[in-house]
């Protein structure tokens, strides 16, 4: 055995290098400035100038992107223009994730405990809020989470995308748990996404095991050569198979792997429900179109199985179980599992056009899950004395805001109705397209299936819009709702309604750059 | 010029939106504003027309493509106009009317605290009528179609503080809704069987298509002229319409948009070519309208609402000229601009009275005004001598026309068509001269606190133009038949067609029975004394006065029948309908309930929720189906 050095296209990495060598730097701030407010200040100029610099770099590098792409490292990662579109979706998600971690109240009080390892309700925490402690971990950890994620777009081997899986996943279960308030429910809800994700990533590898020992390989190229020519082994390929992608649909939220969601979402701090619910629905959508595209193909009627019962199960699960929630959060967690369910419709019959469709799709759903989350950090609860407390999650509490700050709930009204696909809106433009891709492949009965969820998706949604506007404030509850104006909360719900409403009227632009990105490049050298 | 034309929308639209944004600080100098806008129009249709008068006949059609404006698959429409002689003849009656009526109504409206709006209104319709005219696509003809039925409404309820004249405007737009349907399933028609609503494409296609389909987009074209040009069975807006201030009435309500549904039919003549069972349709329903309105006319004592009726009679001439094809359609044109003059000038002259009698409207409380109002009395005059036919004025040059045109024919038609033109050539003098003799002669009758006197020169002299045109336009256009040689590139030329009774008899006939009106209405109204309450009549006169029952009928046949319609619906939504939704909603509730309880809290039936899926799902997947 003789080993051969590796040869890597540098290149084409910067995007992800910037990122994930901005997170090493942010660990030697976090060690050497010890002021805090200093040090906040720092880490947020680092991680926002890496954000934003190894997004432009990735445009750039998609703008003036010669042929399909590189190959970074055979057989194991290539750099082409879908995975440059996804890593640019990705930064913006980023950056639009940074700017609400460091968002704060009026009163100066943050998203996060000042120091997650103490124990709830504890005397040391009370003593690290007294004395003006601050958790600035949080943005490196995001960049670790955001480099992986830009990894896990990108990379062509089973192993790999292992180890990208845990880099963004490994962060994430931290960052659930550092919760300011309501901190019991917040380790709660990361313990349990912990969990469930350590029992996914065995399914994962698991599956990795099997579909080596049938093609000898790991490598997305090899196992897609070894689904071709395989005979009598199909068992061992299906399930193997079937437990890779599962582990992928875990990360998506789907039905029946959704289990985490709504807990996590409820206990995570809210700019973390709305990084995670962006972003992650990203990475798992682009890993999932590399890994079926590219290595599972031969399987395409044996899998379509799989995504039409997961997709149906998701997308009826999600809405019926959203129509009854209380919890807004946990409404915007079981919408995400209907959306999850939606996305996997475009799977149906693998078709090209799912490329370029479902980077837009999720642009789209990530914009309105950013807008929404932000204006739920700015609604909080008043205490008795006038101060400002934790958010009010609870339905009823919305009630008559939109007298009260039409404009906050004019936005938040524009991302339910993205969400509900509303014509005009960003989100129905990504319907649109997530279900033609659908439909050119004759998955028609599945498409029908969406529309009719899509329908009584409406309802929830609407819901809260008819709350918000056209009911009066309960009488005695006047003061019992606080609006909480956090100017950087609120540079992420313009640019988010912005950008729902361009998207819904000129789609246009955008939609053909990421036709342009509907390219798969395979490990394969040359 | 010509390829200015653009400038004659978009100078009196960025008026209109000058006016209507630059609030009260604009109320000094608003109402100059507006009548430059539409002074400007007049200019560049001066200019463009003369320029057209230099070109030979058949290069007068003129172009103009202003931008892609549906591009897109199986439509492709861009938006431009059309300029040639007939849209041409609708620019100048359009903008000189036009600018005559806004220069009228700056004194008219002095003492409106909002007369800036009002001029944006009037800015308004004299964009979207000159677009109306100068589309070269229906659909951009339908969007100055609505333009118009906007400014319209507006102008109607401007002093919509009247719940009345509030529900007047209300009127008008609705039933203008029907007319509307009409124009817009003409141009589904057309894009579903012709394949494009542009002038061009659709006049070269239409001889190709079938009789049925043709005959279907006519009558439903016929359907939209009958709206806006309040023709049976969609006039009963017009008389309530005289509840806009009466520059409007003059304006709109008489001179030019009433008349864009006449427009439409000229317009659409290669249509009506090949669809001659809706060509009788159209000849049918404006001789039955000019009847009826005449009727109406003989009736009414309200100075204003005669007028509506006589316009409404006289546009019925007008169809009925429509209606008879390539010989007919020059003298509706015709026809449309002389009385586009003398209507106008007789509103503006009503308008005149009005001022000077406080706002009265009955004429049953007018009489003797000659000697407090000569220049009324006398431009009034000559558009009364013109309505009636009376030669050389100009209605007799117009009307004459129509009369012997629809003598032409065989069979039954003429005699029918003729006869009613004629018959009502003799009502139109009765109730013109009873109007004209209640107003100005006879004994006072005035209320005690009245002292009319003449309207400021400002009002007078747009009247004084007016007249003038009234009296000589005719003879003038007439003369060896320069009206009709001018429109021949779009109307075609026609061949001398005989009529079944020989021309001369027809005039004497016409004279005969005009003369007889005069005399009548002279004997009733001018030599004896008016009463100055209405006297208890005949039924027929009843009916008349009730405008013929028309609202009544509206009642019992659409709005009774649409009321229950919708009670009905409304039922069946609340108990079909809604019941299945709420039903539906109640189980998707209840199964939510239920699937909530598997969400419950513990990590480890969630992990077995997993495998469990997954132990499915691999199963699924490996037998290859459910």
């Not at chain 2, 309207?455 to 003879?475: E, H, N, Q, R, Y």
């Amino acid at each position: 055995m003789s080993f051969v050095t590796p040869v890597i296209a540098w290149a084409p990495l910067a995007p992800i290098i910037i990122v994930l060598g901005a997170a090493a730097i942010g660990i030697l701030v976090e060690a050497f400035i010890r002021t805090p407010a200093t040090r906040r200040a720092a880490q947020l100029a680092l991680a926002l100038a890496s954000l934003v610099g190894a997004a432009l770099v990735a445009i750039l590098q998609w703008a003036t992107l010669d042929g399909a792409g590189t190959v970074v490292l055979e057989h194991m990662m290539v750099v082409d223009r879908q995975a440059l579109a996804w890593q640019s979706v990705l930064l913006l998600f980023g950056v639009l994730g940074t700017l609400l971690f460091a968002a704060r109240t009026r009163a100066g009080e943050e998203a996060f405990t000042p120091l997650g390892a103490v124990a709830p309700g504890s005397t040391e925490e009370t003593l690290a809020r007294r004395k003006g402690m601050q958790l600035t971990e949080v943005f490196p950890l995001a960049l670790f989470a955001v480099g992986g994620m830009m990894l896990f777009t990108s990379v062509t081997d089973l192993i790999f995308l292992f180890v990208a899986l845990e880099v963004f996943s490994l962060p994430l279960y931290i960052l659930v748990a550092l919760a300011r308030r309501r901190r019991l429910l917040s380790h709660e809800g990361a313990l349990k996404y912990f969990l469930l994700g350590a029992f996914s990533s065995a399914l994962f590898l698991f599956g990795a095991a099997l579909l080596y020992g049938a093609t000898g390989s790991t490598s997305f190229d090899e196992v897609g050569a070894g689904i071709a020519s395989a005979t009598g082994l199909d068992t061992l390929i299906l399930a193997g198979a079937v437990l890779v992608v599962v582990g992928l649909l875990f990360k998506l939220g789907a039905v029946p792997f959704h289990s985490w969601t709504p807990d996590a979402y409820q206990g995570a701090p809210t700019p973390v429900t709305a990084f995670m619910g962006a972003a992650t629905k990203a990475a798992a959508t682009a890993a999932l179109i590399r890994l079926v595209y590219g290595a599972l193909y031969g399987l395409d009627w044996e899998l379509s199985w799989l995504f039409w019962t997961v997709a149906i199960a998701s997308m009826l699960l999600g809405t019926v179980v959203a129509l009854v929630q209380t919890e807004l959060k946990r409404m915007l967690a079981y919408s995400s599992i209907a959306h999850a369910g939606f996305i996997l419709v475009a799977f149906a019959g693998f078709p090209d056009s799912t490329l370029s469709a479902l980077p837009f799709y999720l642009l789209t759903y990530g914009l309105a899950t950013m807008g929404a989350f932000a204006v739920i950090t700015q609604v909080r609860e008043r205490g008795e004395d006038g101060t400002v407390l934790g958010e009010a999650t609870r339905l009823g509490q919305w009630a008559g805001l939109g007298r009260r700050s039409p404009w906050l709930a004019a936005s938040m009204a524009l991302f339910l109705l993205s969400f509900a696909g509303i014509p005009l809106t960003a989100g129905f433009v990504g319907k649109f397209v997530a279900f033609s891709a659908a439909m050119s492949e004759g998955a028609w009965p599945l498409v029908l299936v969406a529309v009719i969820a899509s329908a009584a998706a409406a309802f929830f949604y609407v819901r809260l819009i008819v709350l918000m506007f056209f009911t009066d404030v309960p009488d005695g509850q006047e003061d019992a709702v606080a609006v909480d104006y956090s100017p950087l909360a609120r540079v992420v719900v313009v640019a988010a309604a912005v950008a729902v409403v361009l998207l819904g009227i000129v789609p246009g632009p955008v939609l053909s750059a990421f036709e342009n990105a509907g390219v798969l490049l395979l490990g394969a050298a040359g | 010029m010509l390829d200015l034309t653009w400038l004659l929308i978009a100078v009196p639209l960025a008026s209109s939106i000058v006016l209507m944004l630059a609030g009260k600080r604009a109320n000094p100098w608003g109402h100059w504003v507006g009548v430059a806008a539409s002074g400007s129009t007049f200019i560049v249709g001066l200019g463009a027309f003369i320029q057209m008068l230099g070109l030979d006949s058949e290069e007068r059609a003129h172009a103009v493509h202003l931008f892609s404006w549906i591009p897109g698959g199986e439509l492709n429409l861009d938006a431009g106009l059309l300029v040639d002689p007939l849209s041409m003849t609708f620019v100048l009656l359009v903008s000189f009317v036009g600018t005559l009526i806004h220069v009228y109504s700056v004194a008219y409206m002095e003492h409106d605290p909002n007369r800036r709006i009002f001029f944006a209104y009037l800015n308004l319709f004299v964009a979207a009528m000159l677009l109306l005219v100068l589309a070269d696509s229906y659909l951009l003809l339908f969007v100055g179609w609505e333009g118009v039925g906007l400014a319209s409404y507006l102008l109607i309820g401007f002093w919509n503080y009247k719940p009345e004249y509030a529900t007047a405007a209300k009127k008008a737009f609705v039933v203008n809704r029907i007319g509307d349907i009409g124009l817009i399933i003409a141009m589904g028609l057309m894009f579903a069987y012709l394949g494009a609503v542009d002038f061009e494409t659709v006049f070269a296609e239409a001889p190709a298509a079938s009789t049925a389909t043709l005959t279907a987009i006519g009558l439903t074209l016929l359907l939209a002229a009958c709206g806006k040009s309040a023709q049976f069975p969609l006039q009963s807006w017009l008389g309530d319409a005289m509840a806009g201030p009466t520059p409007v009435s003059a304006l709109i309500h008489a001179a030019t948009m009433v008349t864009a549904g006449v427009y439409l039919i000229v317009r659409s003549a290669p249509i009506y070519a090949g669809a001659p069972a809706a060509q009788t349709a159209v000849a049918a329903v404006g001789a039955f309208t000019l009847v009826l309105g005449a009727l109406i006319g003989m009736a009414k004592d309200d100075i204003k609402k005669a007028l509506a009726a006589s316009t409404m009679s006289q546009i019925g001439y007008m169809m009925l000229a429509a209606g008879l094809g390539p010989v007919g359609y020059a003298f509706a044109i015709f026809h449309l601009v002389t009385h586009g003059f003398f209507k106008a000038g007789m509103f503006l002259g009503a308008g005149s009275v009005m001022h000077g009698m406080k706002d009265q409207v009955d004429m049953r409380r007018y009489g003797a005004l000659r000697t407090a109002m000569v220049t009324t009395w006398i431009t009034f005059g000559l558009g009364w001598l013109a309505i009636l036919g009376i030669p050389p004025f100009s209605g007799f040059w117009s009307k004459d026309k129509i009369i012997e045109s629809a003598f032409v024919g065989e069979g039954a038609q003429p005699w029918i068509l003729g006869g009613a033109a004629l018959i009502g050539a003799g009502l139109t003098a009765f109730y013109m001269s009873r109007l004209f003799f209640m107003t100005f002669h006879g004994k006072a009758r005035w209320t005690d606190d009245q002292h009319p006197h003449e309207s400021p020169a400002m009002m007078t002299v747009p009247m004084i133009i007016l007249a003038v045109g009234s009296a000589f336009l005719g003879l003038i256009l007439a003369v060896g038949d320069r009206f009709a040689v001018w429109l021949e590139p779009v109307t075609g030329h026609v061949e001398h067609h005989e009529p079944v009774l020989p021309v001369p008899v027809l005039i004497a006939a016409t004279l005969i029975l005009v003369a007889l009106g005069v005399w009548v209405a002279w004997r009733k109204y001018g030599a004896a004394d008016v009463p100055e309450t209405a006297p208890a009549a005949s039924l027929s006169t009843i009916a008349a006065r009730n405008d013929m029952f028309q609202d009544s009928v509206n009642r019992a046949v659409f709005e009774r029948p649409g009321t229950h319609l919708t009670r009905t619906l409304v039922y069946a939504d609340a108990a079909i309908v809604d019941a299945a939704v709420d039903k539906q909603a109640e189980a998707w509730g209840k199964t939510g309930e239920t699937v909530r309880r598997t969400q419950n809290g513990q990590v480890r039936s969630y992990a077995l929720t997993m495998l469990v899926g997954l132990v499915i799902v691999i199963i699924i997947v490996v037998q290859g189906g459910l």
